[in-house]
């Protein structure tokens, strides 16, 4: 999980919540192309392509906007900006792919003390990987039980999962004995930002963590 900066909804989807009246009223379901489009690849975009809970890379096709509150107890912030985000798995993947993780598995749970929020700035510090890609709860015991219970809830230690993120995390290991410490910075410099594009590499947050125990 990496943290999430909010930016400014898109403005086309300003203006269509603005066309509320009391005839009508902008819903989920009557929220389509071309706003829909728009908002999903607003939230891609300040994610810089990875998904907003395991970090794999998404595009508009194999991921879905996900509502970090659920929209059934939070009815208030359906369409709320900041409570939108992108998560892997779209509609298509969710009936096809086994195991189903991420948004999907989350369906309507969330609990305020023991769900790790991407939006939250410390969110990574929650979260323990190993070089063959296993992911962990943290060893401080305040956040120890919320991270265990995310892990859990979003299925983020599912084997296919872990095999993605130790294929990613193999790669970056070959000849790491032969780094200096000031080259090992630079790598992990290279990780926690993203490219010239915007985009973030598959996968960073638990690449940067593995890299930080060789320092």
Known sequence: MKYIKKNQPPQDFIQWKN?????????WDNFQKPQKSSVHKSLLKEQG?????????????????????????????????????????????AIHSIPVHCGHKKGEWYEETLMVSPLDENCTSFFRYT???Q??????????????????????????????????????????DLLSNQDLNNLIDAFENPSDNGVYEEFCSAIVYVLRQYL
Not at 78 to 93: E, M, P, R, V
Not at 152 to 172: H, P, Q, S, T, W
């Open 49 to 93: 392509l990875i998904c907003c809970y395991c970090g794999r890379r998404i595009n508009q096709t194999d991921s879905h906007i996900e509502h970090l509150k659920p929209r059934n107890k939070y009815p208030d912030l359906t369409l709320d900006y900041i409570n939108l985000i992108a998560s892997c798995q779209g509609k298509s993947d």
């Open 131 to 133: 070089d063959d890609g």
């Open 135 to 176: 992911i962990l709860a943290t060893a401080d015991s305040d956040k120890q039980t919320a991270a265990e219970e995310t892990i859990k809830r979003l299925a983020l230690d599912v084997n296919k999962l872990k095999k993605m993120r130790e294929k990613a995390i193999e790669g970056i290991l070959d000849d790491i």
């Open 19 to 27: 066309l509320a009246n009391e005839h009508w009223q902008p819903n």
